[in-house]
């Protein structure tokens, strides 16, 4: 009884009124006489092309069938070590988003508050003109560029160049702020570099894995199988923190269902049961780890009891789970956003590497401290300098590094900036008026960071905003000058990085859609216009590869062995992979050196901070904000996929039945949810795997924007917004 | 006793990632609505020892179909091996299988003016291969193979799941296995709603 | 809106009524040629009413197609007798439309074939029984336990007898006048009328308490599940609820194909017992079809609406 004549009820009542004429007789393949096809839809592709998965961050290999110079189908790869030719749901159906109608095909300029059709030139040339006015009115420090997890490699790489040695810009960030910050700070400051240690194949190894914060089952699927099949070949035990029963915390061995926000707490007394039962290994922190003395001293107040208080799970759980994790002869952490977005960000990340180093577990087989990356190719960024440090993995504000950098480019070592700004400070910039021009790149900040409210005041400020993206409808469009059409991932080559330091191989399968170009060719035109031709000297992504892999020597990601062949021969290589390790490095620090200064590894003694936002009367319900393994990030893709979007249609929002009874909201019913800063509307999803008065929503709707209601708070080290915990208030609509 | 080939459904390892059902989706492209592999969705139990279970089902070649013995053009046939197997060339659109299945299983496509189902990817079968929809699961959750091979070998292979309808009515060959966790089989539950949206 | 007539099976709907009319007319006028107290304007009577019958029972056949999704392949079905109802539901009703054809056409003949027009009438009248019972059976599976019930082969059966004595009495208004004999068959009439609306009664409460009970069965809420054969229960809930979310389309079966016949057809009795006006009865009559009509449309629509997927 829908009040709206929409196409599928069209579709129905043609075929009530008119079903003789049209399906009578005719019928296609099905019609009467007609062979028996079962197949009769099935599209086989002319032709497969090796490639990687435009997802997450498991990085599946994969082939994309090509059939007439379209994308038809995508399987996984059978002998990619990664997923054995497995791919999730959206993996597999991926092919509709590149084939999907608004794809951008030209570059669009803002005429008279329209976006209106234009030449590259045109664009260009108006995009890289108002940049030179800007910069020489108000310095190259007015503009900023924020960018991605889901480029290539060798665009971070050209994109870190242009930004540092042409424009000059302290102001460079990218999304991977809003994801993986505090597990790069976290690396780095426990071991000197941002080195994951572990391997997947640790999965398989291992007796006991520890999931933190992470809800692998919707946001790593093809992880997910392997730890599952994992658990049921070798019976490997699971303990899960997460405040939601999650699919992984439904078949854990031991859920901790803590209050949010209490990870450093619940970790600490973890690590504090091991000291007091002597499961820590002494000779291992001797030899490999500096801070001990201050860490064990620290962690003295931190008793089962106290934690059980603080995080709102009992004693003996603490006990139980922290006995079974110490116990296990090999054992893994892993963890996501339940821990790197939060104030407590960097110390949660701190905390899970304490649990680890104390028992020596760590660049062992079956025993890693491992933090799981979300984009496809947030690694390719880390590893590139594509926002916050120089290629090799140099820190920005290292002036060893820059010099080195400074001799390879040939650009003199004062025009590199020795900072880059977190993307919150560069809104907030923006809102001052100190930044006047925003150069955006693969990602879609007006539905992806914080307090959207503040966004749109900031993006409404400025005088240039330049959006690059594969889709004109992308939201942050609404407010860009210029819009310039990029090519998708099937589209051109190039390399991503997974979380297990995996390097593989992108290629071009199909061409992109009308004059879209892919981003490395774009990056191209705009150092050439803006005058910064010496810097992309290089013509192909094969030759860039080959600038940045020298940048690469000697570094903690080496990857001066790698070749887009040999790529495609090994089925990826983990970097580093250097004349020493031609065949890549599974683990790293199996040998119990780091690169800090004292090769040890720092034990941060860290403790819990308070979050920003707590309920209260006003607002008496906290919300966890995160994904639905359907929908990707903001959307763009996934709900173009028709499979995908008829499952998970629209925002919802999950509520515990006792509240929706108190407040009166059944399944299904419209619900506005409001925090200090901003209203939304969703529909009500009643479950009980969420605690009372507490609320979960997820981030991919345009028509509810979650962030309309997210707090801009930030972990004070690393910068990364705390999007899983803030009051709100909620109501039928 | 013949052989009767049938899916076999761990809810324990099931996560509910729909891979099953995107295989089959993009294999046969048959039109969005039609799911011939629908992965559903549970709840069992209340905070904090909720059990969220995910139920991947298609045609479940039941020994009894009531689709075939109802359909007036007799456009199924069940094979030696059990499989159930729908020809829509035969099929006049009358969607009565639509209604004596219980399991939702044939769907009418208003365009072709047929239904249509899982052929429990026989051709494969044929081929000494499994359907493409138990290759695709990550996590073997869902396998395939004889159902008396099932009762005889899985950790559980019971006939009754959450809201599965009657399993007396078309004796279908899909065994199920229930989480480790909580409800047995034989224990009533309360289920709030499927959360098919979640 | 569309939804709702494609859920209401709207085709379906159309068919079945039509077809249930014409059945109880064709009961309804055998019995006749056997009551020889009938008058002379048997003959009209016979004529208009299986003339009317003809095409009725050809456009609701007709209107049975619209329901398939390649209707000009719908002679298939007749190839399934032995397993489905479906192929012996369309059997039965072409069936019964040549018989009904043979039946018009000696009408029309002359009253001299009045023995083999007997023997015809038996046949279609069994045909007719045969239509009710196999387009019951097609309803009464366990696949749709909402419908699996005694009750609906009660409510077509009633449906049949109290929409075809009242086509049968319009008719009879429009052509006889003579009070007398008029008097006595509509007093046949209202006792079929009664007699009908009493097993509609009855089938309407049998209906609304087993899908009610669904519920305990289940002992789950809404839309919920159990397991085995508990989920039967879950069916009927589904059923239930959706009475409860369409009260006016049940108030109206009630009123209009139960309480209204009941009353209409008292009053009837009343009327001629005490000789009363014709004319009164006769419009009694027609407005009566037409509230019952409505009363059966409303009470079909549900039963096609309860019929929801449970699963
Ligand atoms: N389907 C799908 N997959 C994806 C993505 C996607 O958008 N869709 N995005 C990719 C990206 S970029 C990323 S970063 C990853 C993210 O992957 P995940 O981090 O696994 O996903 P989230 O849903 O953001 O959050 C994970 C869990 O953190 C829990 N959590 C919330 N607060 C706390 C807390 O205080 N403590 C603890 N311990 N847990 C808490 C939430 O309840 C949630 O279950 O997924 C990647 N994979
Ligand atoms: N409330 C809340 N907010 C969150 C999170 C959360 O958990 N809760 N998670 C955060 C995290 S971890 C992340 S990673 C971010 C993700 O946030 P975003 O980065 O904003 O998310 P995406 O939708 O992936 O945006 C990528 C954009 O790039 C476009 N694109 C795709 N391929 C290409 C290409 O090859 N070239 C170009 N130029 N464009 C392309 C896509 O169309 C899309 O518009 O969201 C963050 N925001
Ligand atoms: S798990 Fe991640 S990388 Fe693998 S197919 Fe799914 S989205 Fe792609
Ligand atoms: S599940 Fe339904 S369609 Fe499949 S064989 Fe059984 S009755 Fe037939
Ligand atoms: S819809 Fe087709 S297959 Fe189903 S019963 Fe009717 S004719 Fe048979
Ligand atoms: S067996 Fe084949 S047809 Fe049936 S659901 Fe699986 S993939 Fe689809
Ligand atoms: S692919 Fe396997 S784990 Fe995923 S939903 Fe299907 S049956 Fe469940
Ligand atoms: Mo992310």
């Avoid at chain 1, 110079?69 to 597999?92: H, M, Q, S, W």
């Amino acid at each position: 009884m829908t009040k709206h004549l929409d196409r599928r009820a069209f579709l129905k009542l043609s075929a009530i009124a008119t079903a003789g004429a049209a399906t009578g007789l005719a019928g296609g393949s099905v019609a009467l006489g007609a062979p028996f096809d079962p197949n009769r839809n099935h599209v086989e592709p002319d032709e497969w092309v090796y490639s990687t998965c435009g997802f997450c961050g498991t990085g599946c290999g994969i082939e994309i069938g090509v059939k007439g110079g379209e994308a038809v189908a995508i399987r996984g790869t059978k002998d990619y070590p990664v997923n054995t030719g497995f791919l999730c749901a959206k993996g597999i159906l991926q092919w509709q988003a590149i084939m999907a109608p608004d794809r951008g095909t030209t570059p669009l300029l803002r005429k008279n508050g329209q976006l209106v059709k234009a030449s590259w030139d045109e664009a260009l040339d108006a995009m890289t003109g108002k940049l030179k006015e800007i910069i020489t009115k108000h310095g190259p420090n007015a503009v900023a560029t924020y960018n991605t997890g889901q480029l290539l490699l060798e665009e971070f790489y050209t994109l870190g160049k242009i930004q540092r040695a042409g424009i000059g810009t302290d102001h460079c960030d990218s999304n991977t702020r809003l994801c993986m910050a505090s597990a790069v700070y976290g690396h780095n400051r426990t071991f000197g570099a941002d080195v994951p240690t572990g391997a997947y194949a640790d999965v398989e190894e291992t007796d006991v894995i520890l999931l933190v914060g992470s809800n692998m089952a919707e946001c790593h699927p093809i992880l997910m199988g392997r730890l599952t099949r994992a658990r049921e070949q070798k019976g490997t035990k699971l303990i899960v923190v997460d405040p939601r029963i999650t699919q992984p915390a439904r078949m854990a061995d031991i859920h901790l269902a803590i209050k949010p926000g209490t990870d450093v707490t619940l970790l600490n007394a973890m690590a504090q049961v091991l000291i007091q039962d002597g499961l820590i290994d002494q000779a291992y922190i001797d030899a490999s780890c500096s801070n001990w003395p201050e860490l064990k001293a620290k962690l003295t107040r931190y008793t089962p009891e106290f934690a059980a208080q603080v995080c709102g799970v009992p004693a003996e759980e603490i006990v139980a789970a922290a006995r079974l994790y110490g116990k296990a002869p090999r054992s893994l952490s892993m963890w996501v956003m339940g821990i790197n977005q939060s104030v407590n960000g960097v110390t949660a990340n701190h905390a899970l590497h304490n649990l680890n180093l104390i028992q020596g577990k760590l660049g062992k087989p079956g025993s890693a401290s491992f933090s799981v990356t979300g984009q496809p190719n947030a690694m390719g960024n880390r590893s590139a300098g594509g926002s916050s440090n120089y290629p090799g993995m140099r820190p920005i504000d290292n002036e060893q590094g820059r010099r080195e950098i400074a001799a390879l480019w040939g650009v003199p070592y004062e025009k590199l900036p020795a900072k880059s700004t977190p993307i919150e400070k560069i809104i907030d910039k923006i809102i001052a008026g100190d930044i006047k021009a925003l150069w955006v790149l693969c990602t879609n900040p007006l539905l992806s960071l914080p307090d959207q409210n503040r966004v749109k005041q900031a993006l409404a400020k400025l005088e240039l905003l330049v959006v690059q993206d594969a889709y004109y409808t992308v939201d942050t469009n609404e407010y860009a000058h210029v819009y310039l059409p990029a090519a998708m991932w099937a589209e051109k080559q190039g390399v991503m990085i997974n979380s297990e330091r995996r390097v593989n191989l992108v290629q071009p399968s199909i061409k992109p859609p009308g004059e879209a170009k892919s981003d490395f060719e774009i990056l191209r035109l705009v150092a050439q216009k803006m005058g910064y031709g010496h810097l992309v000297a290089f013509q192909t992504p094969a030759a860039c590869f080959e600038e940045f892999k020298q940048t690469t020597k000697g570094r903690p990601n080496e990857m001066t062995g790698i070749t887009y062949e040999r790529l495609v021969e090994h089925r990826g290589l983990q970097w580093p992979v250097s004349e020493a390790q031609p065949n890549g490095t599974q683990r790293a620090f199996t040998d119990g050196t780091f690169f800090t200064k004292d090769k040890k590894a720092k034990l941060w003694a860290v403790e819990q901070l308070d979050l920003p936002e707590l309920p209260d009367a006003a607002y008496p319900f906290m919300l966890n904000t995160g994904r639905v393994q359907e929908h990707y990030h903001t959307g763009t893709k996934t709900r173009k996929i028709k499979e995908m979007n008829l499952l998970v249609p629209t925002v919802y929002v999950e509520i515990n039945p006792k509240d929706a009874a108190e407040l009166g909201i059944a399944y299904g019913d419209m619900v506005v949810i409001e925090s200090k800063r901003g209203a939304m509307k969703a529909k009500a999803v009643i479950t009980q795997i969420g605690a009372p008065k507490s609320v979960f929503v997820p981030m991919h709707f345009h028509e509810g924007p979650v962030n309309a209601l997210t707090v801009w708070a930030f972990d004070p080290i690393s910068g990364e917004p705390n999007y899983k915990q803030q009051a709100v208030r909620i109501r039928k609509a | 006793m013949p052989t009767q080939l049938g899916f076999h459904a761990d809810m324990e390892k099931c996560i509910g990632c729909k891979a099953c059902e995107a295989a089959c989706k993009d294999f046969y492209r048959m039109p969005p609505e039609i799911r011939w592999r629908k992965v559903r969705s549970f709840e069992m139990g209340e905070w904090p020892k909720a059990l969220r279970v995910h139920l991947s089902l298609a045609c479940n070649h039941c020994e009894d179909p009531a689709c075939m013995k109802g359909c007036p053009v007799q456009a199924y046939s069940k094979r030696e091996d059990g499989l159930v197997i729908h020809d829509p060339t035969a099929c006049i659109g009358c969607q009565y299988c639509t209604w004596t299945c219980p399991y939702g299983v044939p769907q009418f496509d208003p365009n072709e003016g047929v239904v249509s189902k899982c052929n429990g990817c026989y051709q494969l079968v044929d081929q000494g291969e499994l359907p493409r929809c138990v290759q695709a699961c990550p996590t073997t959750a869902l396998t395939f193979g004889d159902r008396a091979e099932h009762e005889r070998t899985k950790r559980e292979a019971v006939t009754v799941a959450p809201g599965f309808p009657d399993p007396t009515i078309t004796h279908p060959a899909t065994r199920f296995a229930w989480p480790k966790k909580g409800p047995k089989p034989e224990v009533k539950v309360p289920i709030t709603p499927p959360a098919e949206e979640h | 809106m569309v939804d709702f007539f494609h859920e209401a099976q709207i085709s379906l709907v159309v068919f079945t009524l039509l077809s249930q009319i014409v059945v109880g007319a064709i009961w309804i006028v055998t019995v006749g040629e056997f009551l020889t107290s009938l008058p002379a304007f048997r003959q009209r009577l016979g004529r208009l009413v299986t003339w009317t019958g003809v095409p009725v029972l050809g456009l609701a056949l007709a209107f049975s197609t619209t329901h398939l999704g390649r209707p000009l392949y719908a002679w298939r079905a007749l190839r399934a007798l032995g397993t489905s109802w479906v192929s012996r539901e369309i059997w039965a009703f072409s069936i019964l439309f040549g018989l009904l054809c043979l039946y018009a056409y000696l009408w029309y003949r002359d009253e001299r074939g009045a023995r083999h027009r007997r023997l015809v009438a038996v046949l279609t009248s069994i045909a007719g029984v045969l239509g009710i019972i196999t387009q019951s059976q097609l309803y009464m599976i366990p696949g749709r336990p909402q419908w699996n019930h005694f009750s609906t082969i009660l409510l077509f059966g009633a449906t049949a007898m109290m929409l075809g004595a009242l086509l049968v009495g319009v008719i009879t208004t429009l052509i006889a006048h003579r009070e007398a004999p008029l008097r006595a068959m509509y007093q046949h009439l209202a006792a079929s009328l009664l007699g009908a609306a009493a097993l509609y009664g009855i089938g309407f409460i049998a209906r609304i308490i087993y899908l009610a009970q669904g519920q305990d069965a289940a002992g789950v809420i809404l839309g919920g599940a159990a397991t085995g054969a508990e989920t039967v229960g879950t069916a009927l809930t589904v059923g239930w609820t959706i009475v409860g979310a369409n009260p006016f389309l049940s108030s109206m079966e009630l009123l209009l194909a139960v309480a209204v016949p009941l009353v209409a057809g008292l009053t009837l009795v009343t009327i001629c017992w005490h000789k009363g006006s014709i004319k009164l009865a006769n419009r009694l009559i027609h407005s009566t079809l037409g509230l019952v009509f409505v009363g059966t449309l409303a009470g079909r629509v549900i039963f096609y609406l309860t019929g929801k997927p449970w699963f």
